[in-house]
């Protein structure tokens, strides 16, 4: 099921990103007694890092992956996790250990086999079932590190995926795929400004079938929150 989400601006879209987030992670612990979420980067680290530290939830049962990640050091300015490391962490309760990160100086490759080994410690399953994940979409339509005509959008049976000839630097990545991106109970795109009004549209109006538009979680729900400019065509 996909929502769509009007709100005002970008201060709107932190209020409400962070109030769905905090209903999900207290759902999700009431039920199950943990929360799992996949973070991404962009845009959408900053709106956590400015929304989370208002949320009232047990941080202690968070755990927190991410949805693709650079293969890159992480005191690198491309690093997503380097990012909340230094921007999220010490503004909330969370600590570094429940973080699933990439390991360090090995190949894309060695490092997408290394994750999925960790999520499979981190879910005691193959299956990875994400409460929430919080997705970004880019100019391209493209989401986690999928983008459009790339061999990996068609993947089905790797969980976690290299990729070394990503069209937007660096290169090299590792990514959740479809499998497990629509196996997730909760999936948000957060968009703000009008440089996403067309492709916002070509997704939501128009269905075009670009990367973001494929995120259809099987039994859950996909939350499209969006601003008045990014918003302008629909």
């Known amino acids: 099921m996909t929502t769509v989400i009007k709100v005002a601006n970008e201060q709107d879209i932190i209020k409400k990103l962070s109030s769905y987030i905090e209903?999900?992670?207290n759902d999700a612990i009431l039920n199950r007694g943990h929360f799992f979420v996949g973070l991404s980067g962009g845009s959408v680290v900053k709106y956590l890092c400015e929304g989370?530290?208002?949320v009232n939830t047990d941080w202690s049962k968070w755990t927190l992956a991410f949805c693709d990640e650079r293969v890159v050091p992480e005191d690198s300015e491309d690093s997503t996790f380097g990012c909340y490391n230094r921007q999220l962490?010490?503004?909330t309760e969370l600590d570094r250990?429940?973080?699933i990160v990439?390991?360090?100086?090995v190949t894309a490759t060695e490092a997408a086999k290394d994750y999925m080994e960790k999520l499979k410690e981190a879910f005691k399953s193959d299956e990875f079932k994400f409460d929430l994940l919080l997705l970004g979409m880019g100019p391209d339509g493209h989401t986690c590190s999928l983008f459009p005509g790339h061999p990996l959008l068609d993947e089905v049976d790797l969980k976690v995926a290299a990729l070394t000839?990503?069209?937007?630097?660096p290169p090299e990545r590792i990514t959740l795929t479809y499998p497990v991106i629509n196996s997730a109970r909760n999936c948000i795109f957060?968009?703000?400004?009008a440089g996403k009004a067309d492709m916002i549209?070509?997704?939501l109006k128009d269905h075009e079938n670009l990367p973001a538009a494929r995120v259809k979680p099987e039994g859950g729900s996909v939350y499209w929150i969006v601003d008045d400019a990014a918003a302008a065509h629909l």
């Open 165 to 169: 000839d990503s069209p937007k630097p």
């Open 190 to 193: 957060a968009c703000s400004g």
């Open 89 to 91: 962490i010490p503004k």
């Open 23 to 25: 209903k999900i992670s």
């Open 201 to 203: 549209k070509r997704i």
């Open 52 to 54: 989370l530290p208002q």
């Open 102 to 105: 990439i390991k360090q100086g």
């Open 97 to 99: 250990n429940q973080f």
